[in-house]
């Protein structure tokens, strides 16, 4: 794996998503044809929550939304796509 690629899992399944600069880990999936499950595109269903694996350290910290939305699963790992930016 890449060092500028990300290692998450959805529901059972792994990929690996190159972040792009300007956008959210999920639009740069749906770029790059990995087929992850979402919504809204926006922080309020929790249907794209990924669990990231390796790359952490090129992405952003929890936003305010994951604090409100999925708290109790951000110290496992667990993100939402559409949150998630490359810093």
Sequence with gaps: MS???VEIRQNGEQ???????????LEAAIIQ???LDFKC?????KRCV???LSGKELLNSPTEKEYEKIPEDLD??????????PI
């Design 3 to 5: 060092q500028l690629q």
């Design 33 to 35: 044809e990995v087929p």
């Design 15 to 25: 990929y690996e998503v190159v972040p792009k600069k300007g956008k959210t880990l």
């Design 76 to 85: 496992g790992g667990f993100r939402l796509a559409c949150q998630v930016t």
């Design 50 to 52: 990924i669990e990231l």
């Design 41 to 45: 595109q926006k922080g309020n269903c």
